[in-house]
């Protein structure tokens, strides 16, 4: 027998539960992006538990891999390789998720041979049916082969093993096919680069997807819901619901005899599927992912997820069917983000609500997203949104979940502040802990109760604030049914609320309590430094001189023929999103979004400095050329016809790459470089009210790390513009763009070099993807209801506003000065343009009297009527 050095995993294999995390870089949206984990082996893969549905904690490596990504300093290391390529080998060696992707490519490798030779041996000895590698054999296995000779007992003992072997190693394939995708997906998240390992992740997801059809379909010929001998699901959920029978309607057997799959192996295929839609939106493809996600959810409450199938839950048991709707909500919420970046964002509201509604009593994570996914809060979720936050405070929930965090100080400051109201802004983070979700994940199952499994959602709605003793949905006092909730997902529940509050015209206390709380939420998961920050600025702003760049310069670095990037930096919520819009409706110009190809290029050049200077401009120069390749890569990649010429720019909108100026300069020094602006206070206000849930924006859940990035967001651009050329860079301030939208557009043009299109003033018209968390503000006309609405909460920002009192100054000074500005090219612009109009009614009047010459003299005879006789 085949002698296997291969670890063969047990039928638990693929007992899955759906994760829905974020990206975690590098900016502002809510997270679609659901990570399939296995819980058999939880310590594999550590997925960053921000906002997820469910999460694992994350190896601080990985935090300081997405940290580390823009900006480090030049180190002096001996590396006898500088060149790009070996660059950013070292990068990906340096990053332990690179490693175990590497490994578990070669394990697969090593398991595919493995039943390639298996399989070599059967054939030779004349064997077949030996299964579809995936763990589900249909074949004979003794008795006469195929010559029609008489196996012998150890013959077909061994054969029977090998089949054994070999559905094992094909269940193991499709194991390590899922880790595979997974890991692809998290590095896509930590070091993004434009989507390049989304393509393999995606191949693992269908190839998983193509055996799941194959055993659903056997499973359903056969009559019978049972596994395959060795199969691909766990027994919790499949042998639970076949245990349970239950006839189908009209007819007198079992679900399993009518030939129904097995619900374990449906949920494992809904799960791929979600985790392949979701890739799809990651890859700005949502019209694919819109379409897999139709196919199985669509608009039913119970969807076919077998076409031509029966209904799975119609016999399936609470548990089972508590399993199945928690899926489905995952997948909704997917939904809703798909159709609101293909710009159909009254459906997306809707499916929102809908899955909203349908959470309630069963999933309070997804309830939790939907909720604070919506740009207004329907009337009927309002008061399940409110029952729910106070059920999480009456509980203790809150508080408990607080204390959870890793760090002893942050639960001493909570204990001491737990009769404060409002408790728990201390200032003091940890970094990040399993939630209990997460461990209920880890123990083996999906995190939902039996008890809200057996509740209607349209029944639960009324009965939130029902008393302990009768409540449908568990003990009031362990939190109800939100007590499996982590600790982001309600942070996530009070940000809906606080959103809430503040659309409905609460006072700013009321409102600000509850964002308050919000944000201590996701504070206590993952911890910021502002001194590390700091410090590489100080070392950006020491190194990246006018000295050195006009020494490149005249060493010949910089592709001095490339005019195509337009760089558009600054801080979140400022306006980043519009003024992108606006650049994409113009013919010729595409739209990259925020994930940058320029950050990852950072750590060669800084080794190419270190080792050689400014002595070797042409491998410099090669990093550029990297850029503009990749950048062109993924426009094609986008849809960019690759027949048509490329495109005239290439909008990176990549906010943080305001500090990597500096390489900007160096390498592209004709490039545009566009920092959109807007006043402190209402950026800071705009970003403690937005629940980002990844590691770029960290932070943004305390006010005093907020005014921090302010004040070096502002020291940055006071640096760049004392170091480069005047004019380099084109500063926008957002109140001037809703004030005076034509004159700055067209300024924005003229500095991009783009003739005038009155198109970008329908900037809300534009069919494009949108993945921020501005993807509502984009859909709509400009509106000046965000202009100043900071003042309404001056009381709570009064201390922010002592800090960062420099930076508003001069803010304001400057922005007087660009509203007066363009205040006087408004009227320029409006003179211009009617005199224009004039020189086309002349024009054209002098056209009509050439081709009609009576019709001059007939005019000045209307003109002057002859006189009536009797004023002769």
């Not at 949920?267 to 949502?286: D, H, K, Q």
């Not at 206000?685 to 907020?706: E, K, T």
């Not at 380099?728 to 004159?743: I, S």
């Amino acid at each position: 027998m085949f002698n296997s050095k291969f670890k063969i995993l047990p039928r638990e294999l693929f007992t899955t539960l759906l994760i829905i995390s974020v990206l975690l870089y590098p900016l502002p949206q809510l997270p679609h992006l659901p990570l399939l984990r296995v819980i058999a082996q939880p310590q594999h893969l550590h997925t960053k538990k921000h906002a997820s549905l469910q999460g694992t904690r994350a190896s601080p490596a990985f935090a300081a891999a997405a940290s580390d990504a823009n900006a480090r300093s030049f180190r002096n290391r001996d590396k006898p390789d500088s060149s790009p390529a070996a660059a950013n080998r070292r990068q990906q060696q340096e990053n332990p998720l690179e490693r175990q992707l590497d490994s578990f490519r070669q394990q697969l490798a090593q398991t595919r041979a493995a039943i390639a030779e298996i399989r070599s041996r059967q054939a030779a000895v004349g064997s077949s049916g030996l299964g579809n590698g995936f763990g589900g054999g249909s074949g004979s296995v003794g008795g006469r082969d195929e010559g029609g000779g008489v196996f012998s007992q150890a013959e077909q003992q061994q054969q029977q093993q090998q089949l054994l072997l070999l559905q094992q190693l094909g269940a193991q394939e499709q194991q390590l096919r899922l880790e595979i995708a997974v890991a692809l997906q998290q590095l896509n998240q930590l070091l993004p680069d434009g989507g390049s390992r989304l393509p393999e992740a995606e191949e693992h997801y269908r190839a998983i997807i193509a055996n799941l059809d194959d055993l659903i379909t056997q499973s359903s010929r056969s009559g019978s819901g049972d596994e395959p001998s060795s199969g691909s699901g766990s027994g919790s959920v499949s042998q639970r619901s076949s245990s349970h029978g239950g006839g189908v309607k009209g007819s007198g057997g079992s679900a399993a005899a009518a030939g129904v799959p097995s619900l374990d192996l449906l949920l494992t295929r809904l799960s791929v599927v979600g985790n392949l839609a979701a890739l799809l939106l990651e890859a700005e493809r949502p019209l694919e992912a819109l379409g897999e996600l139709d196919a199985v959810v669509g608009q039913e409450d119970d969807p076919l997820l077998l076409s031509g199938g029966a209904s799975p839950s119609a016999s399936a048991s609470p548990s089972a069917s508590a399993s199945l709707r928690g899926l489905l909500c995952g997948l909704r919420f997917n939904r809703g983000k798909a159709l609101a970046a293909v710009g159909r964002t009254e459906e997306a509201e809707g499916v929102y609500a809908g899955a909203a509604l349908r959470a309630v009593g069963l999933d309070p994570a997804c309830f939790a997203k939907a909720c604070a996914a919506m740009s207004r809060l329907p009337d009927e979720l309002l008061p399940l949104v409110q029952s729910a936050v106070q059920l999480a405070e009456d509980s203790g929930l809150r508080q408990r979940l607080l204390l959870t965090a890793p760090t002893a100080a942050t639960a001493a400051a909570l204990v001491t502040a737990a009769a404060a109201a409002p408790d728990n802004d201390d200032g003091t983070i940890g970094t990040g802990a399993p939630s209990a979700a997460a461990t209920a994940a880890a123990a083996g199952g999906f995190n939902h109760t039996a008890a809200a499994a057996a509740v209607r959602p349209a029944a639960a709605a009324t009965d939130l604030s029902t008393a302990a003793g009768g409540d449908p949905f568990g003990d009031r006092f362990a939190g109800g049914w939100l007590a499996g909730i982590g600790v982001s997902e309600l942070g996530w529940l009070y940000f809906a609320l606080a959103k809430a509050l503040d659309d409905w015209g609460a006072a700013a206390a009321e409102a600000w309590a509850v964002l308050e709380r919000a944000n201590a939420l996701l504070a206590s998961q993952q911890q910021y430094d502002p001194a590390r920050d700091w410090r590489q600025l100080r070392t950006l702003t020491s190194v990246f001189r006018a000295p050195l760049l006009r020494a490149a310069a005249a060493a010949g670095v910089g592709l001095s023929d490339v005019v195509l990037p337009v760089f558009v930096v600054g801080l979140p919520r400022s306006g980043s999103t519009l003024v992108e819009t606006m650049l994409s409706r113009v013919p010729g110009v595409w739209a990259a979004g925020e994930d940058t190809a320029m950050a990852p290029l950072t750590n060669g050049i800084n080794d190419l400095l270190t080792t050689q200077g400014l002595s070797q401009p042409d491998a410099l120069n090669a990093f550029g050329r990297r850029y503009l390749d990749e950048m062109r890569r993924r426009a094609v990649a986008a849809g960019w016809d690759p027949q048509r010429p490329g495109p005239l720019r290439i909008v990176d909108k990549m906010l943080r790459n305001l500090w990597l100026i500096g390489y900007i300069e160096m390498l592209l020094p004709h490039s545009c470089i566009v920092h959109v602006v807007r006043h402190p206070l209402d950026v800071a206000l705009s970003c403690y009210s937005q629940p980002f849930g990844y590691a770029g924006v960290s932070w943004s859940w305390r006010l005093d790390h907020i005014g921090e990035q302010i004040r070096m967001s502002a020291a940055l651009a006071d640096h760049w513009r004392e170091q480069l050329p005047a004019g380099r860079l084109l500063t926008l301030h957002y109140e001037e763009v809703v004030a005076a939208p034509e004159v700055s557009a067209r300024r924005l043009l003229s500095y991009c070099g783009l003739d005038w299109d009155p198109r970008v003033l329908h900037f809300h018209t534009a069919n494009r993807t949108v993945a921020t968390a501005s993807v509502a503000q984009v859909r709509k006309p400009l509106y000046n209801s965000s202009v100043g609405r900071w003042r309404k909460y001056q009381k709570q920002l009064a201390e922010l506003a002592d800090q960062i009192r420099p930076e508003i100054l001069s803010y304001e000074a400057d922005l007087a000065a660009a509203l007066r500005a363009a205040e006087a090219e408004t009227r320029r612009l409006l003179q211009t343009q009617q005199q224009q109009q004039r020189e086309v009614v002349v024009s054209e009047q002098a056209v009509s009297s050439e081709r009609l010459p009576g019709a001059s003299a007939a005019a000045a005879a209307a003109a002057s009527p002859e006189p009536a006789r009797d004023e002769l």
